[in-house]
């Protein structure tokens, strides 16, 4: 029988499945179409989904996860549990630029000398307008902001060159420093910028891949013997692509769409409105009708396609309500101020601001919000 004090201690929320730490066991989870876990260490993510999509020549893999010989060795293992092996690998394909998507392409492109295929806009790093506030997760489904724990030390050296580059390498479109909204650019912990320093001196080529083979909507992959076609989702990142196979009715998500998470939508984008480029990315799958499988890079495969896009859209919808309702509650504000209030005290800063900018300017945009440029050259919002 229970104490009183136990019966009143709330009951922890069970982990999203993003969250779930990676399984040892493969699954097959469609024909010539295996589920490999790799563990990662980020804040909101518990492990990325790695493909293994056998054919008679070998074997392709999507997203191989992180760098660093952690993730190497993992994936290693699950390969030989396949009866696999790194050698046996053709093919490499990389559904967006974030690092634990990408990380662990360079070297088994060294090692097995397969092709790397990622999207015509493939970037990361040095580029005007490029995101650099990277994440997967929104701000809602982040468990905290604090440091990833990454035990990893070569993935976290390369992580951390990584993010930094993101963020400092960026040059916003209406200011030199800081953000677009006159906001502080978000800056990594002084443990990760201390890693990246040393990083420098080892350089990113071990682990920033070369991509081979650039895609773009509508080409064609020939993957488990079968034909898949290259759908390109810009919104979480420009250069996102997803995979359809018609005939096995199966659809590679990448992080365009998760089962249980919403992914990040940066206000920094080289798009005017990377809100609504993110609605149209989900509009144009959620047509898509020849799919019963959708295999995301992180949770678990699902079948309503259409179903969850849409459940997506209406969370954002319900953002842009709740924004539209502090403008009338705050009347003019800043980006932070928004942010303020459609946040939570411990969620406060950079990435929180970059979300609330880019559903402000998709109201802005629509019509629904006003904005201008106060002395202290800081974005001031008012909503209707």
């Known amino acids: ?7 009143e201690t709330p009951a922890k929320k069970p982990p999203k499945q993003e969250q779930e730490p990676a399984k040892q066991e493969i699954t097959e989870v469609g024909d010539n179409v295996l589920r490999l876990e790799l563990d990662i260490s980020m804040p909101g993510l518990g492990h990325v989904n790695c493909y293994a999509l056998t054919d008679r020549d070998g074997v392709a893999l999507v997203d191989p996860g992180l760098p660093g010989p952690k ?27 974030h690092p634990d998507h990408f990380g662990g392409a360079a070297r088994i492109a060294r090692e097995s000398g397969a092709k790397v295929v ?38 976290l050296e390369a992580v951390s060159k990584a993010v930094v580059s993101n963020y400092v390498a960026s040059t916003p479109s209406r200011r030199s420093k800081g953000t677009p909204w006159g906001g502080e650019s978000a800056k990594p912990p002084m443990r990760m910028l201390l890693k990246w320093r040393f990083f420098q001196l080892i350089g990113r080529a071990k682990w920033y891949p070369e991509i081979t083979h650039h895609v773009r909507q509508g080409d064609v992959l020939k993957l488990a013997g079968r034909e898949w076609f290259v759908v390109h989702t810009p919104g979480h990142t420009e250069d996102h692509i997803c995979l359809h196979d018609p005939e096995s009715r199966m659809f590679v998500a990448g992080d365009h769409i998760l089962p249980t998470i919403t992914p990040h939508i940066s206000g920094i984008s080289e798009r005017i409105d990377p809100l609504n480029a993110f609605f149209e990315s989900l509009d ?10 959708v295999i995301p890079a992180h949770g678990h495969p699902f079948d309503d396609l259409a179903g969850r896009a849409q459940s997506i859209k209406e969370h954002h919808f319900e953002r842009l309500d709740k924004i539209k309702s502090i403008g009338r509650e705050i009347g003019p504000g800043t980006v ?17 601001e970059s979300e609330t900018y880019a559903h402000l300017e998709h109201l802005r945009l629509t019509g629904d919000a006003d904005v201008y440029e106060n002395k202290e050259h800081k974005l001031i919002y008012t909503t209707g």
């Open 336 to 352: 932070a101020d928004f942010s303020h209030k459609l946040f939570k005290p411990r969620s406060w800063g950079a990435m929180a």
């Open 1 to 7: 029988m229970s104490t009183t004090a136990e019966s």
């Open 284 to 293: 144009q799958v959620a047509e898509i009708r020849d799919v019963e499988n």
């Open 118 to 155: 990622g999207h015509a806009n493939f970037s990361f790093g040095p580029a005007p307008h490029h995101d650099h506030d990277h994440s997967e997760a929104s701000v809602d489904d982040l468990a905290a902001h604090d440091e990833a724990e990454v035990h990893d030390e070569e993935a």
């Open 71 to 97: 993730t190497y060795d993992t994936l290693v293992s699950r390969l030989k549990q396949a009866n696999l092996a790194i050698k046996d690998v053709h093919t490499v394909i990389v559904t967006h630029s």
